[in-house]
């Protein structure tokens, strides 16, 4: 899945931030929400969250047991104020002293694992798309060949539709490439006349509050620079730095995929991604540049509560362990694979996995991997995907239907879409994947607030931030529940999404057209700490090994 373009643009991209730059009138501003939508209720709140406060009123006087969530993702700032004392250590491990002394294969593998990195701690954290990668690989043998080779039939098959989805990659990265330089080139300008207005040196930044200070001015200019800016933080949370810096960050995802660097992966870890030989590899480094979409994961599951810093996690007693094999473009099979295996082998009983793609070369691999975690009662919890598409018609990888046929649902796999604040018609996230068969559950991912790399917040959109607040649950209830098995934690978060009968809402992908909500997804609901930890309180616990 492309993390940037919804984790910060949301479905809005290549709609609302392509308007005509010779605007004269501000847009209406987005109602502000509080940063803690997510965790209130709707009955007292108004707000569609999981009825967290009310969890907790449940759970008081009760004792929890700290649970090890690990988190699949870009990596995690480990000196956040909000993390530092939950990130998980590794026992057996002595820090820094450049020995395996867990007799692992990894080196100093304290808080957890980079699948990315490479010697002289460096990262691999800029890569193209999958079907880019699986074309240029495949291209030599395949390209103007009308017709299958005799016994490459099936990788013939396979030739075409990487084909297929790489045409459809590029061509529209291309255009948006197109489209979006020149606005680049809009935002650096406007920022400079901004600037100017409110007396601010060049090294300054400015945030949407300082914009209200420029008032009504009979310079064009000035007013269209401000309609820009003012549409741009109206989806967009931090100041005009961040803004340019992430949107520069985004031309160059798109660029990769127009003239990729298809030697990165060799250069930096050295491993061959497409062979499975159990050979140890990566770094363990966990801070990098393109840790912000990890840190917010991380946030949202366990930030320390109570503390007066940041936000609250969802879940009050667990260590978070970080596992780095996402980049700023498609994770590798054979990551996915060895993350998931990390996590289960060092103690994690919940995962949350905030990624995927359109293409998986070897997905044996990784259902191997999940069948893994589902033999050691290990839940996996991931993001449904942001293309507004139907995941029943056409998946997202990866998922629970393994290609051999030996399972379509996972017990101990949750799949979860993307829901808003309000009850309404606005209640899917536009930019959510669905299906009443694929996805299991929704959850608060619009305008979601966690915190970020280098003691910042970020607000943003997407089922990367749904998965890590079920996920969040999920540990939650297993804290204060430790003997229930990863298929009964999967059965009282589904069981804690009442559905929402009768709200029809915009089918996501599309304009206007309308649906119940309740044909989005397996239960039909959004998720429910109170409903969970109460579900929970009467089952009798099967967890295997406790």
Do not use: C
């Amino acid at each position: 899945m492309n993390i940037f373009r919804n984790y910060l643009f949301g479905a809005t991209l290549t709609g609302a931030l392509l308007f005509n730059l010779n605007v004269s009138a501000q847009t209406a501003p987005v109602a502000d929400l509080p940063k803690n939508w997510h965790q209130l209720d709707l009955k007292a709140d108004g707000y569609y969250g999981i009825s967290l406060n009310n969890a907790y009123n449940f759970l008081k006087g009760k004792k929890s047991k700290t649970v090890v969530v690990a988190t699949i993702d870009s990596g995690i700032d480990t000196t956040q104020n909000d993390l530092k004392s939950i990130l998980w250590v590794n026992p057996k491990e002595v820090p820094n002293n450049g020995k395996d002394d867990d007799h692992d294969g990894l080196v100093d593998d304290v808080h957890g694992w980079d699948f990315l990195g490479g010697p002289g701690g460096k990262v691999d954290y800029t890569e193209t798309t999958e079907e880019v990668r699986e074309y240029n690989r495949l291209k030599p043998k395949y390209d103007g060949v009308s017709a299958a080779p005799e016994g490459n039939e099936k990788e013939y098959a396979y030739w075409l539709k990487v084909k297929a989805q790489h045409d459809e990659t590029v061509n529209k990265s291309s255009s948006e490439l197109q489209q979006l330089s020149p606005m680049m080139n809009a935002l650096m300008a406007t920022s400079g006349y901004i600037k100017k207005e409110l007396k601010l040196n060049s090294t300054q930044t400015f945030t949407k509050a300082d914009l209200e200070k420029i008032q009504a001015t009979t310079n064009d200019t000035i007013a269209q620079s401000k309609a820009v800016w003012s549409q741009m933080f109206n989806n967009i949370d931090g100041d005009n730095s961040k803004v340019i810096k992430d949107f520069s960050d985004y031309l160059k995802k798109l660029n990769n995929d127009v003239s990729p660097d298809l030697n990165v992966r060799k250069s930096i870890v050295g491993d061959n991604p497409d062979v499975q030989d159990g050979k140890p590899y990566g770094n363990n480094v966990l801070t990098n540049p393109d840790a912000s979409h990890g840190t917010g994961v991380a946030g949202l599951i366990g930030a320390v509560r109570g503390n007066g810093y940041g936000i609250d996690g969802v879940a009050d007693n667990v260590r978070i362990m970080s596992i780095k094999a996402v980049p700023d473009g498609d994770e590798y099979d054979k990551d996915i694979a060895n993350a998931i295996r990390f996590a289960v082998d060092h103690g994690a009983k919940v995962v949350n996995m905030s990624f995927g793609k359109k293409i998986s070369p070897h997905k044996d691999w990784v259902d191997a991997a999940f069948k893994y975690a589902a033999d050691h009662d290990v839940l996996l919890v991931q993001a449904s995907g942001n293309d507004g598409q139907n995941v029943d018609e056409k998946p997202e990888y990866p998922n629970d239907t393994f290609a051999n046929g030996s399972q379509t649902d996972g017990d101990n796999v949750i799949s979860v879409g993307a829901s808003s604040a309000k009850v309404g018609e606005d209640l899917a996230a536009s930019f959510s994947n669905y299906g009443k068969k694929n996805v299991d559950v929704f959850a608060p991912g619009v305008k979601v607030t966690s915190i970020d790399l280098n003691a910042e917040f970020n607000t943003a959109d997407g089922t990367s931030f749904a998965s890590p607040i079920t996920a969040g649950i999920a540990a939650l209830v297993l804290e204060y529940y430790p003997n229930l098995s990863a298929k009964q934690l999967k059965q009282v978060i589904l069981q804690s999404a009442t559905p929402t009968t009768g709200v029809t809402v915009v089918k996501p992908g599309t304009k206007d057209e309308k649906v119940d909500f309740t044909t989005l997804s397996k239960t039909g609901g959004v998720v429910n700490a109170y409903n969970a930890v109460q579900i929970a309180s009467k089952l009798k616990g099967e967890r295997k090994g406790k």
